[in-house]
């Protein structure tokens, strides 16, 4: 493993995309005007603490968004219990800390500490589902039939406590094991069926390598491929259930905020099946870009190289607000239907919006005002921060790949060619995983091929390779 001996720390990425290092004092001061007692919070709510919720997170997270617990129904089919924080409860509509999550938009991530949406009192402390810890939130219960498909959804406030924090590895070891926390002992069943009707509706999964930075107690880097695991897209299924199903309430009631996608052009499909062909990759009669994907070794290289292909499907994605019209696009492509965010409020601002018009749907009440003055802005607000969030993300890696490789110039790496043209190539290189550019010609795409690194620029954060 390659380690970045004396590299500095990420200072000039956050003057460079002029990232807040704290929150302005008005935030600050309503922020501890608002985290009290949570039994205050108490009227109107169902007491909800009694029910066994645990949350599924990285280690050492603290901003938890959602803790579940699923239990098989005596009927058949499952119920999901979804407890997610409640925002609402804390950030007054037009106050100083609304204000700013709107400039902020989402919470961003760097090695060294996250830049966060809302005041850490409040997003780590009380508005995060900590376990042990009674906390408002809105609890999402969805029933499922046998095959896994919702049957009837409720939304309503409650209080929660969470009872254990687990991370996806301590999860994933005691399912392994055969010794699941009692809480989540219905997961991997509801989490089968789930990716099998995602399949079945047309969802596109990538299982593109996902690059991780590490740091060491030396103080180094490093980058490494974070595993995604079995729990991790199971985890994810009960979030994306959810979404959907705050979707099928707005797109019924007329009135909210979805994530969209548009579907992929005739001619990109046509395009990937030629890519697919050129690779050797058979593509049954029949089946369905999904059913492609879903059925490839993720570990060989030719899989890697149409998984890369196929984000040229996956373009256009936004938000689509809408209220007493129909919108313009209802469905996320990627996902095979529509689809919202609700599930992480303390992290995503559109979440805390469109949870208050599910709320108001569903309980026969009219949407609030303030939520609905807000959807019209919402899609700018987050097509904004998505893009922010990509190129902080991008450019941090691209740190990190040039301080890693700065001191091995010259030398030959193994790399797959994931996408080629005629005088350059899209690599990756497994070790230390980074993702780059390679000039040179015939690329042999899906092919393995050795590259020489010809320059590291720690200060532009550009690295780049030839053919060997």
């Not at 902020?104 to 760097?110: F, N, V």
Request: some cysteine; hydrophobic content about 40%; glycine content about 8%.
């Amino acid at each position: 493993m390659i380690r970045t001996p004396g590299a500095g720390d990420f200072a000039s990425l956050r003057a460079e995309f002029e990232l807040p290092e704290s929150f302005p004092a008005e935030v600050l001061a309503e922020a501890g005007s608002v985290a009290g007692d949570p039994a205050e919070f108490a009227g109107g709510r169902e007491d909800a603490t009694g029910l066994p919720f645990v949350t599924i997170d990285p280690p050492g997270a603290k901003d938890l968004d959602q803790a579940m617990l699923i239990e098989r129904r005596p009927s058949g089919g499952f119920r999901v219990r979804y407890a997610i924080a409640d925002l609402t409860a804390f950030v007054p509509p037009g106050g100083p800390i609304d204000r700013e999550a709107r400039r902020r938009g989402q919470t961003l991530y760097l090695p060294d500490g996250n830049v966060p949406l809302h005041p850490p009192e409040l997003s780590e402390g009380a508005a995060s589902l900590l376990p042990g810890s009674v906390r408002p939130a809105v609890l999402w219960t969805i029933d499922t039939d046998s095959g896994g498909e919702p049957t009837a959804v409720r939304v309503h406030r409650a209080l929660v406590r969470s009872v254990e924090r687990f991370d996806y590895d301590s999860v994933q070891a005691a399912i392994d094991a055969g010794e699941p926390h009692p809480s989540i002992a219905a997961l991997p069943a509801l989490g089968r069926l789930r990716r099998e009707l995602a399949v079945a509706r047309g969802a596109v999964e990538l299982q593109l390598p996902e690059q991780e930075i590490v740091a060491t107690e030396d103080g180094d880097w490093l980058l490494a491929q974070r595993p995604r695991n079995e729990v991790d897209a199971w985890n994810a299924e009960i979030s994306l259930l959810t979404g959907m199903s705050a979707a099928s309430i707005m797109l019924e009631a007329g009135v909210g905020v979805l994530r969209t996608l548009p579907d992929a052009e005739p001619d990109a499909v046509d395009w990937l099946r030629r890519s697919a062909r050129a690779l050797g990759i058979d593509w049954p009669e029949g089946a369905s870009v999904a059913e492609l994907l879903s059925g490839l070794d993720p570990e060989r290289p030719e899989s890697l190289a149409l998984y890369a292909g196929t984000t040229r499907l996956l373009r256009g994605a936004g938000y689509t607000a809408f209220d007493g019209t129909d919108p313009e696009i209802a469905t996320h492509a990627g996902i095979g239907g529509p689809y919202a965010h609700v599930t992480a409020p303390i992290r995503r601002l559109v979440d805390r919006f469109a949870t208050e018009v599910c709320l108001a749907v569903t309980h026969g009440r009219p949407v609030p005002d303030w939520v609905r003055a807000a959807l019209a802005e919402l899609p700018e607000l987050m097509n904004a921060s998505d893009t922010r969030a990509s190129r902080v993300e991008r450019a941090c890696l691209d740190q990190v790949e040039s301080w890693i490789l700065a001191e091995h110039i010259g030398r030959t790496f193994d790399a797959v060619v994931l996408r080629a043209e005629e005088t350059r190539a899209e690599i990756l290189i497994e070790d230390p995983p980074v993702l780059g550019r390679c000039t040179g010609t015939g690329f042999p795409e899906g092919g393995r091929i050795p590259v020489r690194l010809t320059a590291a620029d720690t200060v532009n954060r550009k690295v780049s390779f030839e053919r060997a």
